[in-house]
């Protein structure tokens, strides 16, 4: 459904859309019992001529079971959610042989250091991009965030991917897109008067594309 969550273009997006669709039916619900409650409440206790009011202390028993439910339904949704968050950032769970790449935001863009042809980040034929992230389908990527001056938001919606860059902070990011396009990267932070055009483009190429579009970016011709 487009109109709820934007297409999902990555592995870890089947797990946060179920979690995402579960809670928005469990609030849906209480939701609806509330405001439906409050309505019959108006309704039928709506002041009258020559009605007299009644005082009565409640039940426990109905108390009981309002606080119970709730606490239950809260705490497993806690559990799941923590066993989802730690498949997702876990440091345990971080791919060890993923394509690395720096970014680094700063007010208002965001700058994408590349590893090379030779695929390793720190060396000669590193290069940088500025607002423009090309990687591989279906290949593990980390992106080590970093930010230059103030905390910004890394989200790639159709990635499900979202990590604030905080001052001082190197942040390990790792995903991986399921199918080939061209998506967005926004801030989602608040991050001073530029925030809302601080946006880069994002393409997931095919291997052999972006094999190509590195290599003609590490070129001479190119820089």
């Not at 859309?17 to 849906?28: A, C, K, P, R, S």
């Not at 309505?39 to 606080?67: D, P």
């Not at 994408?112 to 290949?139: A, K, S, W």
């Not at 001052?167 to 530029?194: H, K, N, R, S, Y």
């Amino acid at each position: 459904m487009d109109w709820a969550l934007p297409p999902n273009y990555s592995t870890f997006g089947i797990v946060i859309d179920q979690l995402f669709w579960i809670i928005l039916v469990i609030t849906g619900i209480a939701f609806v019992l509330v405001e439906g409650g409050i309505l019959w409440f108006c309704i039928k206790y709506r002041g009258r001529e020559g009605a007299r009011a009644h005082y009565t202390h409640g039940s426990n028993k109905v108390e009981i079971i309002w606080t119970v439910i709730p606490a239950i339904i809260i705490a497993v949704l806690g559990a799941y959610s923590a066993m989802v968050w730690d498949d997702i950032k876990g440091s345990s769970n971080r791919p060890e042989d993923a394509l690395e790449f720096l970014v680094v935001g700063k007010q208002f863009e965001w700058n994408i250091t590349y590893p090379g042809v030779d695929e390793t980040l720190g060396t000669g034929d590193d290069f940088t991009v500025r607002n423009q992230f090309h990687f591989p389908v279906n290949e593990d990527i980390t992106i080590l965030l970093e930010s230059e001056d103030v905390i910004h938001s890394f989200f790639i919606p159709e990635l499900r991917v979202k990590q604030d860059a905080v001052p001082g902070m190197t942040i390990p990011v790792w995903f991986d897109a399921t199918q080939t396009g061209d998506f967005e990267i926004a801030c989602a932070e608040l991050c001073g008067l530029g925030h809302y055009y601080m946006m880069a483009s994002v393409t997931v190429h095919s291997a052999a594309d972006f094999d190509a579009w590195q290599a003609s970016q590490a070129s001479p011709t190119a820089q």
